[in-house]
């Protein structure tokens, strides 16, 4: 039988050292375990949905980069297309990604590129009718593979899911800005401690010197 989360760390000071929260929140009778588990969880759905998109954009015949600049472009292009950087903000990645895939997407007659009449000088992407039926003989694999995802919730769940992922998505974001300054903070710390260790070493070098003289 499965152990309480509570009993999977012994009492004692090693308990203290090793919890990774403070939040009482996050906390299950002083344990940080369920917290532990869940990192873990959405490291393991990461990797699992990363694997499902590769897989399914081999079935739609193009990489996984690819897939994702296709797939935003058509939910994203409306009536008229959808510009280069509509689609960068929409996946988080540089315009001179979407670019370059959307390039190789053209090549491979999947996409097509129309000059923008609000604005010459850039240009607004579309799924092309090649694209359209590639799509559209895929799809059904997509809804299935999706289904089987989330067979388990109910509406309510999804709902409440897609949301709370949403507000976990802008705290990962801030939480990466604090992680990259405790990490700047932490190297300077070392290169001043580290210089002051040369200086010492130079003060005692130099009394030496003297001493021997």
């Known amino acids: 039988m499965r152990k309480d989360h509570a009993e999977i760390i012994p009492d004692g000071p090693l308990k203290e050292v090793i919890r990774t929260v403070t939040r009482e929140e996050l906390l299950h009778e002083g344990s940080d375990a369920i917290f ?13 949905l990363q694997t499902l998109r590769t897989e399914m954009a081999d079935q739609l015949g193009v990489s996984e980069p690819q897939y994702r600049v296709f797939t935003t472009v058509l939910l994203l292009q409306g009536d008229g297309g959808v510009s280069v950087g509509t689609v960068a903000s929409a996946l988080h990645v540089t315009g001179a990604f979407v670019t370059a895939e959307s390039g190789r997407l053209v090549r491979m007659g999947l996409l097509q590129k129309t ?82 260790f040369d200086e010492l070493q130079a003060d005692d070098a130099s009394r030496f010197g003297k001493d021997a003289g």
């Open 115 to 196: 000059s923008d009449e609000a604005d010459r000088r850039s240009v607004l992407l579309s799924v092309s009718a090649k694209g359209a039926r590639r799509f559209q003989n895929f799809v059904d694999s997509l809804r299935r593979v999706n289904d089987e995802l989330f067979r388990d919730l109910t509406r309510e769940e999804f709902l409440f899911f897609s949301g709370l992922i949403r507000r976990l998505v802008m705290n990962g974001a801030r939480a990466s800005l604090l992680a990259k300054a405790l990490v700047t903070e932490e190297t300077l710390a070392r290169e001043h401690e580290s210089a002051d």
């Open 36 to 48: 532990r588990e869940l990192i873990n969880n959405l490291l393991l759905m990461s990797k699992q």
